[in-house]
């Protein structure tokens, strides 16, 4: 049996991508997907909570999640990103951990915050977007989608690996093998997946989902293991 819970709710405005929240009951291990987003993310265990600066991630990682532990955090929209650490510093588990005070606040831009909670961290990244720590670059998503952008083509790459942390060959890559993994599982044919995501053949979409998702086709379409997208 999973022993692993999340809930996840899309906040679909111009900070945020999403605000999760999980729970351990007993330990279990599952892979940590390959992803290309950054963000928040807290650890909450025996009642104290550190809280992490999060970047994307451009393989899979084996973990385990502790019994008791909870998390919770916001993965932030394609283009937001923090002004003191660039996603790319934060790449693959590079995580930032804030410095927490004796009374139980966070450091952050030199400045002490109140340590967020799952019901207010919504909040917590509206302060700092107000305070200037969380800026959003909306040529970054235009790029993202291959819309005219009105820069040099150069020029958008770097604001887009400056937000994202990831090149648009990399971020593209990781978004197509997450849509195949999030297909396989609802129970399309592979034949249709490698189609429908653009690889080149089924060997190709292999390959990128060991990478990637930590799993082969055949097992993500079982199921059977923690696999969130």
Do not use: K
Not at 75 to 94: C, E, H, K, W
Request: charged share 20%.
């Amino acid at each position: 049996m999973i022993g692993l819970h999340i809930d996840t709710v899309d906040e679909p405005d111009r900070r945020l991508g999403r605000i999760w929240s999980a729970d351990c009951a007993r330990p279990t291990p599952f892979s940590s997907l390959a992803s290309y987003t950054s963000g928040l993310g807290c650890v909450r265990v025996g009642g104290v909570t550190t809280v992490h600066l999060r970047g994307p991630a451009t393989r899979a990682t084996p973990l385990t999640c502790s019994a008791g532990a909870e998390f919770f955090g916001a993965d932030f929209r394609t283009g937001a990103y923090l002004t003191v650490v660039q996603p790319a510093r934060l790449i693959n588990m590079s995580d930032t951990v804030l410095p927490t005070l004796p009374d139980g606040r966070v450091l952050l831009g030199g400045r002490a915050w109140e340590t967020p909670t799952p019901d207010n961290i919504d909040v917590f990244v509206d302060r700092l977007e107000r305070a200037g720590l969380l800026i959003f670059d909306p040529l970054v998503e235009e790029f993202r989608y291959g819309c005219a952008v009105p820069v040099a083509d150069r020029t958008a790459q770097s604001r887009f690996l400056r937000a994202v942390g990831l090149s648009r060959r990399t971020f593209r890559l990781i978004e197509r093998t997450r849509t195949a993994a999030r297909w396989l599982r609802s129970g399309i044919p592979i034949g249709d997946v490698v189609a429908g995501t653009g690889f080149y053949d089924q060997p190709q979409l292999t390959r990128a989902l060991r990478r990637l998702i930590g799993h082969t086709p055949g097992e993500v379409a079982r199921g059977g293991m923690f696999l969130d997208l």
